[in-house]
C-alpha cells in the first residue's frame, strides 16, 4: 500500500497544502486563506486551513486517515505558549500519523538546502533567521521581532529607516537626497514638508509596498538610497552571524538560504550577506531559493513519519509540485 503525506504552509496572506506518495509525486494540492494567528486569530486559521487540507484531500481521491506524516510551517508560530493553540488547530483535521510543527521559516530551508539542514534567513516583508545543524541536535533563531527587537531588514524595516533618512534630510541632519523627491512623488505632495506632514499627522503611512522604489533610487547612484541597501546587507549578514555562533557552524560547510522577494531588489544585499557571514563562516554557500515552501512542509512530513527522504524525493517534488512562480510550458 503506498504511503502518502501532507505538508501545509500557513503564512501571512495564504495557505497552501501539498500532499505527495513515497516518491516525492505530487497527487494532491489545495489553497486557503490566511494562517497567521496574529493577524486573522486561531479560528480564521482553522478555518482557512481546513478549506485548503479539505481540496488537497479531494483533489488527491484520498481521505485524512490516509495521512502517514504530516509537515506543518506556520506564520506567527513562534514561542511555546503558541503550540498548544495551533496543535488544536491541527488535530481538528483528524489526519493519520504523526505531525511535525515549526516556523514556516524552517519550510524555506527545507525547500532550499538540497541538504535539510544549515541556515535560512528571510527578507520579504518581515526578517528573521533560524537554522539547524546535519543532525538536528542544534538549534539557532534570532526573536523574529523586526524593528522592535533590533532586527533588520525586510522590506518594512528598510522603509522605517527611510522614513527616519526624510525627516533628517528635512531637519538638516543629512545632505539632500533623491529619495524626497521619488517618495513626494509617490505620496502625490509637493514637497518633503508636506509628506512629512502627511506622514506625521497620518493622513497616509509608508508601506513595506515601498521598497521597490528605494531601490530604483538606489539603482540610480544615489548616495543615501544606497547606504539604506548596504545598511539592510549588512543587518541580515548580522543576524545570519548570530545564529552561525549559535550553532558552531564558523568552520563548517553548509547551506545558507535566502528566503523573501528582498533579494530581487539589489545584487548588494547579497555581497554584503556574504561579505559579513564568509568573514566568520567561509564555508557558508549561499543559494537563492524560488521552491515554494510547502515543499519543505511535505519533506518535514516524511521525516514526521520517520522517512529520510533522498535527494531525488525531493526534486521530484519540485517538479510536480504547483508553483506560480515556475515559467508556464509553452
Not at 14 to 27: L, M
Not at 68 to 90: H, M, N, R, S
Not at 205 to 211: P, Q, V
Not at 249 to 275: A, H, N, Y
Request: some cysteine; glycine content about 14%; proline content about 5%.
Amino acid at each position: 500500500m503506498p504511503h502518502f503525506f501532507l505538508g501545509a504552509d500557513l503564512g501571512g496572506t495564504k495557505t497552501h497544502v501539498s500532499i505527495a506518495d513515497e516518491n516525492g509525486r505530487v497527487v494532491g494540492f489545495g489553497e486557503g486563506g490566511p494562517g497567521n494567528h496574529e493577524a486573522v486569530g486561531y479560528d480564521a486559521v482553522q478555518h482557512n486551513l481546513q478549506a485548503a487540507v479539505s481540496a488537497a484531500l479531494h483533489s488527491a481521491g484520498l481521505s485524512a486517515d490516509r495521512i502517514d506524516g504530516a509537515g506543518f510551517g506556520v506564520a506567527g508560530y513562534d514561542w511555546p505558549i503558541e503550540k498548544t493553540p495551533t496543535l488544536a488547530v491541527i488535530s481538528a483535521l483528524n489526519l493519520g500519523g504523526a505531525v511535525e510543527l515549526v516556523n514556516d521559516t524552517d519550510l524555506g530551508l527545507l525547500a532550499g538546502s538540497p541538504r535539510l539542514w544549515g541556515v535560512a534567513v528571510v527578507s520579504g516583508t518581515g526578517c528573521n533567521c533560524r537554522g539547524w545543524n546535519e543532525k538536528r541536535t542544534r538549534f539557532g533563531r534570532v526573536t523574529g521581532g523586526g524593528v522592535e527587537f533590533g532586527e533588520f531588514a525586510g522590506s518594512s524595516e528598510l522603509v522605517f529607516r527611510t522614513g527616519q533618512i526624510l525627516g533628517q534630510v528635512y531637519a538638516g541632519r543629512r545632505p539632500p537626497t533623491a529619495l524626497v523627491e521619488a517618495f513626494c512623488r509617490r505620496y502625490q505632495v509637493k514637497d518633503l514638508a508636506e509628506l512629512l506632514q502627511g506622514l506625521i499627522c497620518r493622513q497616509f503611512s509608508l508601506s513595506a509596498a515601498d521598497a521597490p522604489l528605494i531601490f530604483e533610487v538606489a539603482r540610480q547612484g544615489d548616495r543615501q538610497a544606497l547606504e539604506l541597501v548596504h545598511w539592510a546587507g549588512q543587518e541580515l549578514g548580522a543576524m545570519v552571524c548570530s545564529v552561525v555562533r549559535q550553532l558552531e557552524f564558523e568552520s563548517v560547510d553548509f547551506d545558507l538560504v535566502q528566503i523573501g522577494s528582498m533579494w530581487e531588489g539589489s545584487p548588494l544585499l547579497t555581497e554584503e550577506l556574504g561579505t559579513a557571514v564568509h568573514a566568520i563562516a567561509p564555508g557558508a554557500r549561499i543559494i537563492r531559493t524560488h521552491e515554494p515552501p510547502v515543499v519543505g512542509a511535505v519533506l518535514l512530513g516524511m521525516q514526521a513519519a520517520g522517512v529520510a527522504p533522498s535527494l531525488e524525493v525531493r526534486e521530484r517534488l519540485i517538479a510536480t509540485i504547483p508553483n506560480p512562480k515556475r515559467p508556464k510550458a509553452e
